[in-house]
């Protein structure tokens, strides 16, 4: 079973460490001992609870459609070209950057601090891991 530490469990969940503590002693997630002694959260636990756990704001549209990959979050930068923009959103923990045309960032009204939705449908998506397994997470 894949095993993470609590820095290494903190770092993905995007808090403390003292956060993953809490949360183990309020019994949301089981704490182990490796055979190395060490304190570590069972990769499979850890990855259903932050499914569980997940935060991210409620999409402002109303709008539906098929996609199912939404990110809200605020327009961080804009640079644009006489004809292409790359606008910048940061998304919670995710920074998402789009190319469009300039005209769409003028129809929009995208510009720092300005809230948006960015959309992805895509046909592929890469998945990587670790070059080293005990990188992030060992294997059990």
């Not at 990855?47 to 569980?52: C, G, I, Q, S």
């Not at 991210?56 to 939404?70: C, F, I, K, L």
């Not at 998945?127 to 294997?139: D, I, L, N």
């Amino acid at each position: 079973m894949p095993q993470f530490r609590i820095a290494e469990a903190a770092r993905l969940l995007g808090v403390s460490d003292d956060t993953v503590r809490r949360w183990v002693k309020a019994g949301l997630l089981t704490e182990y001992v490796d055979a190395a002694g060490r304190k570590v959260l069972d990769g499979a636990e850890l990855a259903a609870f932050a499914r569980r756990n997940a935060d991210s704001s409620p999409d402002p549209t109303g709008v539906a459609r098929s996609a199912r990959n939404r990110f809200v979050g605020l327009v961080t930068d804009v640079t644009t070209d006489a004809v292409m923009a790359k606008v910048e959103l940061q998304c919670g923990p995710n920074r998402i950057v789009s190319l469009m045309s300039s005209e769409a960032v003028a129809e929009l009204g995208l510009r720092p601090g300005v809230m948006a939705v960015a959309v992805v449908k895509a046909t592929q998506v890469i998945v990587e891991t670790p070059a080293v397994p005990s990188a992030w997470g060992t294997a059990g």
